[in-house]
């Protein structure tokens, strides 16, 4: 995983639920390519493929709220988006990131700062992300937390402990 | 300690743990569902084999079952397929029923539980004063070989209620009465115990309705602490009975809460949670007389067998409007039993209802699919757009009582003019 994240943010209000990231019908697969297809497609028209063109999601409070399903962060990986940072995370959806190396920050302060097409700069390792000419501090993740996004997810971190 | 707080530092096997804190804790049970397979896969993937102990494993296969097509059908082979190879005991097939009622109902559950499993309302075991909450495939395989987890430790909120409820309100009015004042994120993250003069006096069915519920307002957990009730519903269910152990759940009399919220739930009026989101709720009043096609009377929040008796209570005698489906899943293979030797099942048969094999049904999108343009009311825990087909659908939320009225009239309805 990059420390590093750049690129242009499309925004979200608060309480996107994972049943408008990925749909109940499509849990049947796992793999980041068909979750993409059909993420955010209960938006309407013109979802999934407009949120291609975008690096970043940036939303309100509450993201990922409702199912424990993993794949809600796997869809948004399938998009091609690289981050996340929310005014707030629902906990399963948090989780879920981490496990499946989706970098995602917390903060408020940026949310009610960015407008779609913004283009901010994340520094995971620095804690901070910059926008226009202000940083935007947010608190780092738990050191063992970390390591399993680092790693690029959980199946990849348990794969290191079981080669030890 | 709060009761998270006790559970979380038996299961890490610290003294004392507070709130921000993260722990490394063994879950007592590591439930899966239909998602088994998933697992299952990430096993394969980074080559491991040996489980850290699978007496802890319970797996249903819940959402969608039987299976509805040959992709559905291999996945479900497989979940089968991992559970005899590994010799699972605790596996219960397509015919069992919704995995939370089933697990509970099997005395799986009992206070002072840690639980994970692959589902948000996994909070439903709270119900029992165990500590339950979702967790992704991932994270359940991890558990599986590693026997543990990190949970951060949450602040806990204290839900005081007292009073009765009026004719026609129950457990799931009241829950959405909390999510709508409170919000979908009102106690994002954080631990909710149930107290008040009003506990005692409700069902472990009313019980595992608000566990269940109380997901929608974000919570890591919910409990309701063991009494009585806990322990009657228990009797006959565990294997050892020596496992019942109350005070594993009982908040000490110096437990530190981030605040209380009290609720006098004889002012409650019946409650509908309004599209798309759980935290639009309106008192019925606002609603009366919206149009229906479906009624959805299942799901882990309100198709026990309770909730099956307070809808025959209404619709006995009685005919649904030709104008609506009404679709009852009961939550489990014991319920539907009971349901059939009470003559409830023929009651909401002979009313007009359409009865399903139990399991999750039309919540998880198993039947009772939603065309362009139609409304269906339900008894689940979620209205979110799309969730039960079209996203030209939509879907209101409501008790089974709500929903028995609602279905005679054609259009919502106040069941208060039902239950006297």
């Known amino acids: 995983m990059e420390s590093v994240i750049e690129g242009r943010v499309y925004k979200f209000g608060d309480n996107i639920n994972s049943d408008i990231i990925i749909p109940g019908r499509y849990l049947i697969y796992i793999d980041r ?3 993409g297809q059909h ?6 028209e013109g979802f999934p493929d407009k949120l291609r063109s975008f690096d970043i999601l940036v939303a309100g409070r509450n993201f990922g709220c409702g199912s424990a399903r993993e794949q809600a962060a796997t869809a948004i990986q399938g998009l091609g988006i690289k981050a996340v940072v929310a005014s707030s995370f629902a906990r399963t959806f948090y989780r879920n990131a981490i496990n499946d190396g989706l970098p995602i920050v917390e903060s408020p302060e940026l949310y009610a700062a960015v407008e779609e097409g913004d283009r901010i700069r994340i520094d995971l390792e620095a804690g901070k992300i910059q926008f226009a000419d202000k940083e935007y501090s947010f608190p780092k993740m738990p050191e063992s937390v970390r390591k399993i996004l680092e790693l690029g997810g959980l199946a990849e971190y348990l794969k290191a402990q079981l080669v030890k | 300690m709060t009761i998270a707080e006790k559970i979380l530092s038996t299961k890490s096997g610290k003294a004392s743990v507070t709130p921000g804190e993260i722990v490394e804790a063994y879950p007592d049970l590591v439930m899966s569902h239909t998602a088994t397979w998933r697992s299952a896969s990430v096993m394969q993937r980074i080559g491991a084999t040996k489980l850290y102990d699978v007496d802890r494993l319970a797996i249903v296969l819940d959402h969608i079952s039987p299976a509805k097509t040959e ?3 291999a996945d479900q082979q497989t979940s089968r397929n991992f559970a005899r190879n590994h010799g699972v005991t605790k596996f219960y097939d397509v015919d069992s029923g919704i995995a939370h009622l089933v697990l509970m109902e099997a005395g799986h559950v009992v206070p002072g539980d840690l639980i994970v499993g692959t589902d948000s309302h996994c909070t439903i075991y709270g119900s029992l004063g165990a500590l339950g909450t979702g ?3 991932t994270e359940v395989a991890s558990v599986w070989i590693t026997g543990k987890l990190w949970l951060k430790v949450p602040e806990s909120i204290r839900i005081i209620l007292n009073g009765a409820f009026p004719a ?3 457990s799931k009015d009241l829950m959405l009465h909390l999510i709508g004042k409170l919000g979908a994120d009102g106690c994002g993250y954080k631990s909710v115990e149930f107290y008040g003069g009003s506990v005692s006096g409700l069902s472990v069915s009313e019980r595992m309705t608000m566990t269940n519920l109380a997901m929608e307002m974000g919570v890591k957990c919910a409990f309701v602490p063991p009494d009585e009730k806990t322990a009657e519903y228990l009797r006959g269910r565990l294997q050892d009975p020596a496992r019942y152990r109350a005070e594993l759940a009982m908040a000490d009399p110096d437990a530190v809460y981030e605040r209380d919220i009290d609720v006098d739930i004889s002012r409650l009026e019946p409650m509908v949670a309004c599209p798309h989101e759980v935290e639009n709720t309106k008192p019925i009043g606002e609603v009366i007389g919206t149009h229906i096609d479906q009624v959805f009377l299942g799901s ?3 198709a026990k067998y309770e909730d099956l008796v307070v809808a025959a209570g209404i619709l006995k005698g009685r005919k649904i409007n030709p104008g609506v489906r009404m679709i009852i899943t009961p939550g489990s293979k014991q319920i539907m039993l009971e349901a059939m030797n009470s003559g409830v099942l023929q009651t909401l048969i002979e009313s007009g209802g359409l009865v399903t094999n139990p399991g999750c049904g039309a919540c998880a999108g198993d039947g009772g699919t939603l065309a362009d343009g139609e409304v269906c009311l339900s008894t689940a825990n979620r209205n979110f757009i799309g969730r ?5 659908s939509e879907i209101y939320l409501s008790s089974p009582a ?8 054609g259009v919502i309805a106040d069941p208060r003019e039902f239950v006297k």
């Open chain 2, 168 to 170: 026609g309100v129950y």
């Open chain 2, 71 to 73: 992709k559905y059908a």
């Open chain 2, 388 to 392: 039960m087909g079209s996203n030209k």
């Open chain 2, 300 to 302: 882990c929040a309100n």
């Open chain 1, 39 to 44: 993420a955010f497609e209960m938006l309407g």
């Open chain 2, 135 to 137: 967790i992704g495939y």
């Open chain 2, 402 to 409: 709500t929903l028995a009225a609602s279905a005679i009239k």
């Open chain 1, 33 to 35: 390519e068909r979750l």
